[in-house]
């Protein structure tokens, strides 16, 4: 019998090869699969568009109108007339928009970098790592409104831990939360006290993604552990910093809760999110007004999701 070069007999059938079709039809949807994978998507798509799409384009829809809320029978088309007011006749507008920058400035230059600091610690497995990483992250898991019930005791004027403290000095109370001059760096202090536990995971996580050969290979050149994080450590971290930035314009437009349970965001704590809410479920009910200042925080917002989208597809990309 005649044998060809790669051993196999001439007359013999060809041997069973895997065809790239033949792997797809292995891999043929049943009728059990289309409905399980349509429920995966549909369902937390329709819950999307019901619960976050749709009330944010009704929104959007409503800012361009006057309605009180009381039949849809009083809505009335008013084009630009409640953003003109709000950003010419409408005195709590600019002292909100000032305080949220001032979260914003506060949380990228305080509890920002704090986070940052405890990731580098931690990520060198220090004894009782897991300890400590609990316990700063702890306040994470609380809500705005629970922070806030536990910071009004401590700053109370009368009982408070603060001014017991301050007392022991000699010190008189102060009112952290009455005084207009006080009270906002009082809050960013506490809400701080949240935010440094969600930036340390961020960090953390990103700390554990660069990879070990730059640190070594740093070390080998002679850098001191400070020269590492900053040329080579810091810089790895770029795609952490940019989500970072993020969440933290994002934190800061939507704070509400920690002012919100204090005194009502009034009296040196109005926030934009304060506006919206006094606005459409305060004494007088001005949808519309509060439906432009939120969608005013929309468009701040996605002009840094969109910064942030474009970054990821550029590192894609790369």
């Known amino acids: 019998m005649a044998v060809s070069t790669t051993g196999v007999p001439t007359g013999a059938p060809a041997p069973d090869v895997p065809t790239r079709k033949g792997k797809r039809s292995a891999h043929r949807w049943t009728r059990r699969d289309r409905v399980v994978l349509a429920l995966m998507i549909g369902v937390p798509t329709l819950i999307s568009v019901a619960l976050v799409w749709v009330p944010a384009l009704s929104s959007v829809a409503l800012s361009f109108t006057r309605w009180d809320g009381i039949g849809l029978d009083s809505i009335q088309w008013i084009g630009l007339r409640n953003y003109r007011e709000i950003f010419t006749i409408y005195p709590p507008f600019y002292p909100a928009l000032w305080h949220n920058l001032i979260w914003l400035l506060f949380f990228l230059l305080v509890p920002t970098p704090i986070g940052l600091f405890l990731a580098v610690l931690l990520d060198r497995e220090l004894r009782f790592t897991r300890v400590y990483q609990s316990l700063i992250f702890l306040p994470v898991v609380l809500s705005l ?17 603060i001014n017991a403290v301050l007392a022991k000095f000699g010190a008189a109370p102060i009112d952290w939360l009455g005084n207009p001059q006080l009270n906002l760096w009082a809050v960013l202090i506490a809400a701080s006290w949240r935010h440094v536990g969600y930036m340390m995971i961020l960090y953390l996580a990103g700390l554990k993604s660069v990879d070990p050969a730059l640190k070594e290979a740093a070390a080998i050149d002679g850098a001191s552990d400070w020269q590492a994080f900053r040329y080579v450590v810091f810089p790895a971290l770029r795609p952490i910093n940019i989500v970072v ?3 933290t314009v994002i934190e800061s437009l939507r704070a509400f809760d920690l002012v919100y349970v204090i005194n009502g965001g009034r009296n040196g704590l109005e926030l934009l999110s304060v506006l919206v809410t006094q606005n459409i479920i305060g004494e007088a009910s001005r949808i519309g007004y509060g439906s432009a200042i939120a969608t005013i925080m929309l468009v701040i917002s996605t002009v840094f999701i969109v910064i942030y989208t474009l970054n990821i597809f550029r590192e894609e990309r790369r």
């Open 245 to 247: 930035l993020v969440i």
């Open 145 to 161: 409104a629970i922070v806030g019930f536990i910071w009004q005791l401590m700053y109370s004027t009368d009982q408070g831990l």
